[in-house]
């Protein structure tokens, strides 16, 4: 029993939602649009403020896609309301990042500086110089381009050295000891 999917997702005001044929659902609002094919099985239906999903049998492929598509719709809403955003932390001496423009340039102790351009409908923000601000209105490309850029240099465990989610936390190891 999907009991995410049976949830009806409530549209707030000023903010629109449409479903086209194939399930092509466009949801408008005050930072922007969205829109995703979702899967066609399903059912989505706009009632006065709110929008429901049903799925057709309980197969166990219908069942997980029923949540699925109620989940994202959810945060296509949130998405055009709110926004969303993901904080990383630099961690290591003379580990720095600066940025110009739409290009991000990190400094991570290589050989050279990487530098990385803000994809479409995403903002980077540096919040001094050792933290970095992803916002967007697209949970997805909001956290893939936050994996991209703490992917550049992960975080080790023996001095928490790299770029590491404000949230997660470092399991830290000892190092080793000398001989006697």
């Known amino acids: 029993m999907s009991r995410i999917g ?3 997702i409530a549209i707030p005001a000023g903010v629109t939602v449409e479903i086209a044929e194939n399930n092509k659902v466009t949801v408008k609002g005050p930072k922007g649009t969205l829109e995703r094919t979702l899967p066609t099985e399903m059912e989505v239906k706009v009632e006065g403020a709110e929008v429901t999903v049903s799925r057709p049998n309980d197969l166990k492929k219908m069942k997980s896609l029923h949540g699925l ?15 969303y955003e993901k904080k990383l932390e630099i ?9 110009a423009g739409k ?3 990190l ?16 903002e980077t923000v540096l919040d001094g110089q050792n933290i970095i601000i992803v ?10 381009f936050a ?3 703490r992917d550049k240099r992960r975080p080790e465990p023996y001095k928490g050295k790299g770029i590491k989610y404000a949230d997660e936390t470092i399991r830290r190891k000892v190092g080793k000891t000398g001989k006697k």
């Open 135 to 144: 916002k967007g209105i697209d949970k997805e490309k909001v956290g893939q």
């Open 69 to 83: 598509t109620r989940t994202l719709i959810h945060n296509m809403v949130i998405g055009v309301t709110e926004g």
């Open 107 to 122: 400094s991570l102790g290589y050989s050279h500086p990487v530098e990385m351009t803000d994809p479409e409908g995403i």
């Open 103 to 105: 290009t991000l340039t």
């Open 91 to 99: 961690n290591g001496v003379g580990y720095r990042a600066a940025k």
């Open 147 to 149: 994996a991209e850029i």
């Open 6 to 8: 049976r949830m009806p």
